[in-house]
């Protein structure tokens, strides 16, 4: 618990739970079907829903909220950034020296 004198700041924007299908859920996952994979993007173009990392993705062209994720949010890190935190983690324990990149373990 804070301080008594101490304000606690709420979240700007409140951001969502996925619970649908697709989730690994207990250990358990199955293939989505068609429809199970239409209602996955569905909620993640529902503004309502909070699940969205930026809210232009509309703007910027793309039909769906997905779309614009796997295009320009989830790419790989570049070869030598890798390196660079592996060697953090590796520095700070998290580790065992000699340890691949996810690039060499491939």
């Known amino acids: 618990m804070p301080p008594p004198n101490r304000r606690i700041s ?20 199955h293939r989505l079907t068609a429809s199970e ?3 996955l ?10 699940l969205a990392l930026n809210d ?9 909220y997905l779309e614009w994720f796997y295009a320009k949010r989830a790419r790989r890190f570049p070869a030598q950034k ?4 592996l060697a953090h983690l590796i520095a700070a ?4 020296a ?3 990149a996810a690039s060499e373990a491939e």
Do not use: C, S
């Open 10 to 29: 709420q979240p700007t924007k409140r951001t969502g739970r996925l619970g649908a299908a697709g989730v690994v859920h207990k250990e358990q996952y």
């Open 37 to 39: 994979r239409e209602e």
């Open 41 to 50: 993007i569905e909620i993640h173009d529902d503004p309502a829903a909070g």
């Open 56 to 64: 232009d993705w509309q703007e910027a062209g793309f039909k769906h």
């Open 82 to 85: 890798e390196q660079e935190l």
């Open 93 to 96: 324990g998290f580790f065992p």
């Open 98 to 100: 000699g340890a691949p």
